[in-house]
């Protein structure tokens, strides 16, 4: 009886651990992995929590995958992450995480920052909100980029025209981003919002408007502000900003001895003004044609209004970024 009693005692025992054992969280598993991005592929360590199934990988491997600057401190066991513009913060064992120093939002990870083997791990989830697509599959993480797939072959490989009006609509967006941080601008009633394309190209382009001019160049599916200056608003802008005279520049404008296929818009009430010119390396420039619509009805017009100057061909079509 005594010998049953035990062995009973014994089962339950084993059958407690076993309960104990089951109510555990699963283990975060590391495997070696690659983070792939539109102009990357970088070897990884990936740690795979079993129960949440959330990711998570060195944040310095994600900087090399981005081309982000990264910058450690020991001290307050922080880190700060440079993307564009943007910085942000992590510290070790938080959730919490800041943008240019702010938590406006009240923006949170799903799981802390962890240290692990000297080395501090980020989820992967936090690259939504940087605008990539993020997918995981056996151990390839894969950052796409924002834009659909449409999108992103008609900026890549379409003609000129349908390039150059797709460009246009994203630079005005939510994915334009900066390397530097935006300059003040001052605009009028009457400043019209102009786009300079050098010949052949629709990947870059220079954005006026007001007395801001900026140069904007897609990286990986994101049109990036590379350079910025002020320039003066009136009819020597073009000559001021191509002659190399803006200030309170940030970057670096190339001298591109080409001509430019310029398109202007402008929106005032109800009406709208549309224009195509021609402008040169030193800024001289010819109307190529106009439009003046109220309420959605053409007014008057000159000329054509085109996005490709007379026999221009593409010079910058790609299959990938």
């Given at each position: ?10 089962f339950a025992v ?261 224009s195509s010119l ?44």
């Open positions: 009886m005594n010998k049953r009693k035990n062995a009973a005692a014994i084993c059958l407690g651990l076993l309960a104990a054992d089951a109510c555990k969280p699963a283990a975060a598993s590391a495997q070696t992995g690659v983070i792939v991005t539109p102009t990357s592929r970088v070897t990884t360590q990936i740690q795979l929590d079993g129960k949440s199934g959330l990711t998570q990988i060195p944040l310095r491997d994600l900087a090399r995958a981005i081309g982000a600057e990264l910058t450690w401190q020991p001290q307050n066991g922080t880190a700060k992450l440079r993307k564009w513009s943007n910085v942000y913060t992590f510290t070790a064992g938080q959730r919490d995480y800041t943008i240019n120093g702010k938590n406006v939002y009240g923006q949170k990870l799903h799981e802390a920052v962890e240290m692990r083997d000297g080395r501090l791990y980020v989820e992967t989830a936090f690259l939504r909100n940087m605008s990539y697509a993020v997918e995981y599959e056996a151990g390839q993480i894969t950052l796409k980029s924002p834009l659909s797939a449409q999108t992103e072959k008609v900026l890549l490989t379409g003609n000129l025209t349908e390039a150059r009006r797709t460009a246009m609509t994203l630079a005005q967006g939510r994915l334009l981003r900066s390397e530097y941080p935006p300059l003040e601008e001052q605009a009028s009633e009457v400043s019209d919002l102009v786009f300079m394309f050098p010949e052949g190209e629709a990947l870059r382009c220079y954005m006026l408007f007001g007395n801001k001019a900026e140069l904007v160049e897609f990286k990986g599916g994101y049109p990036v502000v590379i350079a910025q200056g002020h320039i003066e608003e009136n009819e020597q802008s073009f000559r001021q900003l191509l002659g190399g005279r803006t200030s309170d520049t940030s970057g670096v404008f190339p001298a591109i001895e080409k001509p430019y296929l310029a398109y202007a818009s402008h929106i005032f009430g109800e009406g709208t003004s549309r021609r402008v040169e390396p030193d800024g001289a420039y010819t109307s190529l044609g106009s439009e003046y619509l109220i309420g959605g009805e053409l007014s008057r017009s000159e000329g054509r209004i085109v996005y490709t100057l007379d026999g221009e061909k593409r010079t910058d079509s790609r299959t990938k970024w």
